[in-house]
């Protein structure tokens, strides 16, 4: 059972446009964070969100938590090619439940 | 600062064989996670190991144990290779002040 949902799967776009990701659960999460993973690499921790409602900034990325903590979005203003690779979503539960519940991932290419 | 050190980079064993996977976590992180990822997959959480004791396990068989030794590096092993073990399985350190995780590059393994 994958308790976290993104989409679009694969995102293809030219270099200046706008795009969203989203992640859904029908889980509530403690915290939220994205990450980004190139190929042959390991993810690299972008962002971690822990209020219902949170909204975050990180340059021309803008990531929100929803309010019941279900769900998230990641949204890239003017893409450029650099931003390149795969995004994942992934969920803490809280408590003693430490693991990370990881989507399948958004494939995003900024062509130039 | 040296970030998370896996090792190592790429292996490949056949069928039947066991094999060890080496992790060094990030400088003033305790806590060890491994992750498996298969190919379009995003990670799956194998066990995390916190004061030398696995602190929670995911649904993995027994062939896959670890081991957390006193200055926090860990070891991955699994043994009677299937062909289905073949994937990155990543190091993710972190300590009890972080939200976020510290991923390493990974250890690329194929089961022949």
């Known amino acids: 059972t994958q308790l976290l949902e993104q989409s679009p799967q694969f995102l293809s776009i030219q270099e200046g446009e706008n795009l969203t990701v989203y992640c859904n659960s029908s889980?509530?999460?403690?915290?939220l964070q994205w990450y980004r993973q190139e190929p042959g690499e390991g993810p690299v921790l972008l962002v971690t969100v822990v209020t219902g409602g949170e909204v975050k900034k990180l340059k021309r990325l803008t990531f929100q938590f929803g309010d019941a903590r279900k769900d998230s979005s990641l949204h890239i203003t003017a893409a450029q090619p650099g931003d390149t690779g795969l995004y994942l979503c992934a969920g803490r539960r809280g408590g003693s439940n430490y693991k990370l519940t990881f989507g399948k991932g958004t494939l995003l290419t900024v062509n130039p | 600062d040296a970030g998370v050190t896996q090792s190592p980079t790429h292996l490949i064993k056949t069928r039947g064989q066991q094999v060890t996977l080496r992790c060094s976590p990030k400088?003033?992180?305790?806590?060890v996670s491994w992750y498996q990822q298969a190919l379009g997959q995003g990670p799956q959480f194998i066990f995390q190991?916190?004061?030398?004791?696995?602190?929670q396990r995911g649904n993995f068989p027994d062939r896959f144990s670890g081991h957390q030794f006193p200055n926090y590096s860990s070891e991955l092993n699994v043994n009677a290779l299937l062909l289905g073990d073949s994937a990155l399985y990543l190091c993710?350190?972190?300590?009890?002040?972080?939200?976020?995780?510290?991923f390493g590059s990974g250890t690329r393994l194929t089961v022949v």
């Open positions: 889980s509530v999460f403690s915290s």
């Open positions: 190991y916190y004061e030398e004791e696995e602190r």
């Open positions: 400088s003033g992180h305790d806590t």
């Open positions: 993710a350190s972190s300590s009890w002040v972080t939200y976020g995780y510290t």
